[in-house]
């Protein structure tokens, strides 16, 4: 009986792997009710992971610095640090981006209405438009009158079930804001602690890694390796592939004279965080803004992009992403595809780090087994 008990473990996992192909709609269900309820903590692990990067930086800094004096301040100086810094760079994101969009649209409002002008003065040759028009005139009209008529009676009518649909659907609105708010804050604050106590709890889970699984240990701990190291270079070098496009498409559009130059190189350099569709779709959003101004430049940004995005595709994202994964551009593209199909969002934005890490482990695995059968031709043939 004993020589069967380490298939145990194997036949639990595929039994349960078993039970999830057979009941797949409820297995998803469940899974998606586990993560909607621990969504405060995937958001503070989460944020825990990509501000430890920074946070490593600033405590190298912190060592450098001040040697080994005021050790007990070193962590809590450097988590503030860390935030403070994500902070300052998001405030200054928005109010390059916020107010160039706020322009625009008050532009495209403003130019909207100078088209519709001549239409507006004369009504008699749109009826489908003064149809529109007349029951607000006869409305005001009453208004100053201090009486109502049947079509503004019915006017009000309409406007009152309007209004209790919006005050509806804005009651809404304004509920999910603050569930979204409370996450946050409660992710915010799972950070901390994570980021406070990260080697006692990376202690804690070896100490009980070890106990339980003490075979599987090394090869757990050696894919954990794996993993982190695909995420945390992936991270990095997708920051700085986001941070060389976006300084590249605001000299660009400062060299060519297009309008609002800062704020699409924001634009792009933020929205190129997601992996390779994220530049283009902030090139579009900037695309349509220049467009309020002039069509023929917003046509000669288009072009531009294009050129910049060849070059990006071909030069700097091989170098500073691929380089970092070494991982192959076509399994870059099929990670996104099918991450992303099957996870939506989120699958695009983790596809490629774990599929770099996937590719790692094979590539080694492959490596390890070739090197092994090479000594024992050798060993055979002695």
């Not at 001549?118 to 489908?128: H, T, V």
């Amino acid at each position: 009986m004993q020589k069967y008990q380490k298939y145990i473990p194997m036949a639990i996992v595929g039994f349960v792997f078993y039970l999830a192909i057979l009941y797949w709609k409820s297995f998803v269900a469940l899974v998606g009710s586990i993560i909607k309820a621990s969504s405060a903590m995937i958001i503070g692990l989460l944020m825990a992971y990509v501000v430890n990067i920074l946070m490593i930086q600033f405590e190298k800094l912190y060592q450098h610095i001040f040697k080994k004096k005021y050790q007990k301040a070193k962590r809590p100086l450097c988590i503030i640090l860390s935030y403070l810094s994500v902070v300052l760079l998001f405030a200054l994101l928005v109010s390059i981006i916020v107010p160039q969009i706020i322009d625009a649209t008050e532009l495209l409002l403003k130019n909207s209405f100078k088209a519709l002008s001549p239409y507006l003065n004369d009504l008699s040759k749109y009826p489908q438009l003064k149809s529109f028009i007349t029951p607000i005139e006869t409305f005001l009209s009453d208004l100053s009158k201090g009486s109502l008529s049947s079509t503004s009676t019915d006017m009000l009518k309409h406007l009152f079930t309007g209004a209790s649909g919006l005050l509806s659907n804005m009651t809404k609105v304004l509920s999910s804001i603050a569930g979204i708010v409370a996450t946050l804050f409660f992710g915010f604050m799972f950070s901390l602690y994570l980021l406070g106590s990260k080697e006692t709890l990376l202690a804690q889970l070896n100490r009980v890694l070890k106990t339980y699984l003490p075979k599987a240990y090394p090869t757990i701990s050696y894919v954990a390796h794996v993993f982190n190291e695909s995420i945390k270079n992936f991270v990095i070098g997708q920051v700085t592939e986001a941070l060389i496009i976006g300084v590249l498409a605001a000299l660009g559009c400062t060299i060519l004279r297009f309008p609002y130059a800062l704020m699409v190189g924001a634009l792009i350099g933020t929205t190129a965080l997601i992996p390779v569709l994220g530049a283009y779709l902030g090139a579009l959003v900037s695309a349509f803004l220049i467009f309020t101004i002039s069509p023929v430049k917003a046509l000669q940004f288009l072009i531009f992009i294009v050129i910049l995005q060849q070059f990006e595709d071909n030069l700097i994202y091989p170098r500073v992403v691929g380089t970092s994964l070494g991982l192959p551009g076509i399994w870059v593209l099929a990670a996104i595809t099918v991450f992303g199909g099957v996870f939506g969002f989120g699958g695009v934005i983790f596809g490629v780090p774990i599929t770099s890490a996937l590719y790692t482990l094979l590539r080694n695995d492959l490596h390890r087994r070739m090197k092994q059968r090479r000594k024992e031709v050798i060993t055979s043939e002695e």
